[in-house]
């Protein structure tokens, strides 16, 4: 097993998409927390929060990676090699789940890293270290580790949908309109809805306050399991359906 | 070994292998030979566990290739639809093949030379001509070092020099004891360079035999070519075996040509000339012939 993830993240590392989309995953929360910090004061609690808990965009890229990887061996004809190698589909299903949950960790991992050594000098700079915001240390640290784990459910989730769509272009299209439409308004019809939604397990995950959701939101752990949950039911779909399918 | 038996697979209403049987001899080379659309790669998809039979079975030394141990050391292969991903380089594509099969980068760059493609080891397989992204699959095929070679179509697209490097490559593999089964849609591609064949049609078994007992069939259906003044009462009684050419000219097939003298003797018909037709055909018409529609079915 340790073989096949081995080389499933070997598969990852040795194409472009993997670092373009994994720049992505880290500039564009970089971005979000630069222009937030120049254009606007943040005083609260719950500004900080806000704030950092933009780390979690990472994770909508690597929901992406997820989807690309699955779904690029079937564009790309290489599913064949790959299960030539390996016979046993599920276990190849299960070794690329976990290299995506790798590189999505990587990635938000970067992101983290690089948005808390941007944000926390900046708002001391501003007269607002973190403290003076109560958030402390641990706070922090658990925005930034949700974030993160985020960043790996997420491509979990995007190999189960890449697996079991195929089709490249439609998985990223159906994944999108499903992340950025049909979800959050969703969501947003139905409150009590929200706090299943993948919307608002991300942002439970990364640290948000249910008055940033805008409607109440599971705790950080309970939301990462229940978006676990969502992804291995996913995987368990496409190991089903995976095993099944001819190839070519 | 490979061994095929009873193998059908229907797709809705297509029928793409329909009760086929064959198996391979070990230490020689099977062309596995029949039109575009016969079943060819159908059939091959099958060996290798990609694609689910409707019926039959298809084993590799007595086993599914699902369930064989080392599938990468035991066989080799290479399908038409065989992708490489054009932005990874061609060396990292075989890296993760020997990644997954526990085989040694050692391995890989060994192989890349048994191919001749070191020269082009680290550029991304989308600025690959189709002969080196064959060679590169031929590559992978091998990795592992396997007694057995499942090969669909490797000649495809390659030029003259190509085919001819394939032909040594083959046969090089062959003489270290290994079974190969090479398929190909054009007989002359392959007939340098297999033992055997089997021909298929439509998903059905038409020949499985040396290619000099291929030749040897054909040769069965030689004409006899008959000139005699009487030749339109000759050719009533030699029925529809007999074709007038042009006046006083026959053209008979499948009868030997004592057969022919003999019956003009027996009706007082004079010849002026009985010639059997030095017609032994070539192997490609033979190839076509076992591959021509003969159920009257529209292609
Ligand atoms: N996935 C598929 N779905 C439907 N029909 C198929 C599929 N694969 C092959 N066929 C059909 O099965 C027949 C055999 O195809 P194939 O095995 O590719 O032949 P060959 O490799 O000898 O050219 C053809 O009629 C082809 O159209
Ligand atoms: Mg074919």
């Known amino acids: ?248 | 070994m490979i061994a095929v038996e009873a193998l059908t697979k229907r797709y809705g209403r297509t029928v793409a292998v329909d009760g086929l049987t064959f198996t391979t001899r070990p230490g020689s080379i099977l062309g596995f030979l029949g039109p575009n659309g016969a079943g060819k790669t159908t059939t091959l998809r099958i060996i290798l566990g990609l694609a689910h039979p409707t019926s039959g079975t298809a084993t590799i030394d007595g086993r599914p290739y699902r369930s064989l141990g080392d599938p990468t050391g035991e066989v080799g292969s290479v399908l038409d639809t065989s992708g490489l991903h054009p932005g990874r380089r061609g060396r990292d594509h075989l890296r993760i093949i020997a990644r997954a099969a526990g085989l040694p980068v050692s391995r890989v760059d060994e192989v890349l030379r048994l191919v001749d493609l070191e020269s082009a080891a680290r550029v991304r397989t989308g600025a690959y001509s189709l002969g080196m992204r064959q060679r590169l699959n031929l590559a992978a095929a091998i990795l592992g070092d396997p007694r057995t070679l499942v090969l669909d179509e490797p000649a495809n697209g390659l030029d003259p020099q190509g085919i001819r490097w394939l032909r040594d490559f083959l046969r090089s593999l062959a003489a270290d004891g290994r079974t190969i089964l090479v398929s190909s849609h054009v007989l002359s591609e392959v007939s340098q360079t297999v033992d055997e064949v089997v021909v298929i049609h439509r998903g059905r078994l038409r020949a499985h035999s040396t290619l000099t007992e291929l030749t040897a069939r054909g040769a069965g259906s030689a004409t006899v070519r008959v000139r005699s003044p009487q030749a339109e009462r000759l050719a009533e009684l030699l029925g529809p075996a007999a074709t007038q050419v042009q006046p006083g000219l026959l053209t008979v097939g499948d009868r030997p040509p004592e057969q022919v003298g003999e019956l003009a003797a027996q009706n007082g018909i004079t010849l002026h000339e009985l010639v059997a037709e030095r017609a032994d055909p070539s192997l490609e018409e033979v190839f076509l012939e076992l591959t021509r529609d003969t159920d009257g079915d529209v292609a």
């Open chain 1, 1 to 248: 097993m340790s073989a096949l993830i081995a080389a499933e993240f070997l598969k990852l590392r040795t194409t472009r998409t993997f670092w373009w989309l994994s720049l992505v995953a880290v500039a564009l929360p970089v971005l979000v927390v630069v222009i937030t910090l120049a254009t606007s004061n943040t005083v609260s609690q719950d500004d900080g929060r806000s704030l950092l808990s933009n780390i979690g965009i990472a994770g909508l890229f690597t929901l992406i990676l997820g989807v690309v990887g699955a779904a690029g061996e079937y564009r790309h004809g290489t599913i064949t090699s790959t299960f030539l190698v390996a016979p046993d589909r599920r276990r190849v299903l299960v070794a690329k789940a976990l290299a995506h949950a790798i590189g999505g960790l990587f990635a938000g991992l970067v992101a983290a890293v690089v948005v808390l050594a941007i944000a926390i000098p900046w708002l001391s700079s501003q007269g607002h270290a973190v403290g003076t915001l109560s958030l402390s240390t641990g706070d922090i640290a658990a925005i930034a580790a949700g974030s993160v784990a985020y960043a790996a459910v997420a491509a979990i989730l995007g190999v189960g949908f890449g697996s079991l769509l195929t089709s490249q272009v439609a998985a990223v299209v159906i994944v999108l309109i499903l992340v950025s439409v049909v979800d959050p308004v969703a969501a947003g019809l139905a409150h009590q809805y929200g706090k299943f939604s993948l919307q608002g397990l991300g942002m439970a995950m990364s640290g948000n306050s249910s008055e940033n959701a805008g409607y109440e939101l599971f705790a950080p752990g309970v939301s990462g399991l229940i978006y676990l949950g969502y992804s291995i039911a996913l995987i368990a779909a496409a190991a089903v359906a995976v095993p099944r399918r001819d190839i070519g």
